[in-house]
């Protein structure tokens, strides 16, 4: 638990100096691809809960959308702006369309993909071309999930496996992640800032503004100046 405040205040303070007119900029911090019927009640609808409660964007469309929401527009602008995928696979997972066009998107916009086998192993996972959609297209959707099969991710039984354990390292498992890409993002905004952001534990009497508490390479005068605000994108249709 320790060890998880410690990560999650030090991603607040990564994007602080980021943007600090925002504590968290992000639209969606991660994205969770899942197959409703297997799992809505039970680990995606869990870890939507528990990544709220650490104050992190996710997006479940089961939670995310509301009735008028056009789905494929929304699911596509949501992995366009994640920072971070979760792949839950579960045994029906590569029967639906939709949860296979969400991991292509996802690995095809590059972002970091973080697999949960749940329920099922990664052999049992293949695309079936019912001989609907055209073969291009089938052979992207293997290759996303190839892809994804070969990333080291975690694995869950939920007939007897440690619920608590398995959200700590999940938790983990995306916060670690998230830190790398906000820090990826600000050596790419400016190289001159510390590839290592201290985050130093304040006295809980008298802490002192998250500012004092940022050390920033000095050659970097105003961190306002240095990281602008982003600019609202109109998402095209």
């Known amino acids: 638990m320790q060890r ?3 990560s999650c205040s030090k991603l607040a303070n990564t994007r602080y100096v980021r943007n600090p007119s925002l504590p968290n900029p992000n639209l969606c911090d991660v994205f969770i691809s899942h197959r409703k019927i297997d799992t809505k009640k039970t680990i995606s609808g869990l870890l939507h809960d528990h990544f709220t409660r650490l104050h992190l964007n996710s997006f479940l469309d089961s939670k995310s959308l509301k009735p008028g ?13 994640c920072s971070v995928g979760i792949a839950v ?7 639906s369309y939709f949860c296979l066009h969400e991991l292509m998107r996802l690995m095809e916009n590059k972002k970091r993909i ?13 695309v079936k071309d019912d001989r609907t959609r055209p073969a291009a297209e089938i052979r992207r959707l293997q290759l996303a999930l190839e892809e994804a099969k070969y990333t080291v991710g975690l694995t869950f039984d939920t007939s007897n ?3 608590s354990e398995f959200l700590t390292m999940a938790s983990d498992a995306v916060i670690d992640n998230l830190l790398d890409v906000e820090q990826g993002r600000l050596r790419s905004i400016n190289p001159h800032v510390q590839e290592h952001i201290c985050v ?13 508490r940022l050390r920033v390479d000095k050659k970097v005068e105003s961190t306002s100046e240095a990281y602008p605000s982003p600019q609202n994108q109109s998402i095209p249709a």
């Open 200 to 212: 130093e534990q304040p006295d809980r009497k008298s802490a002192p503004p998250p500012e004092k």
């Open 114 to 126: 973080i697999p949960i086998f749940c329920n099922v192993k990664p052999s049992e996972l293949c």
């Open 89 to 95: 696979f579960s045994p029906r997972y590569c029967d």
């Open 161 to 163: 496996g440690d619920w």
């Open 69 to 81: 929401d056009r789905l494929l527009f929304e699911v596509n602008a949501a992995i366009r702006e």
């Open 4 to 6: 998880l405040v410690a």
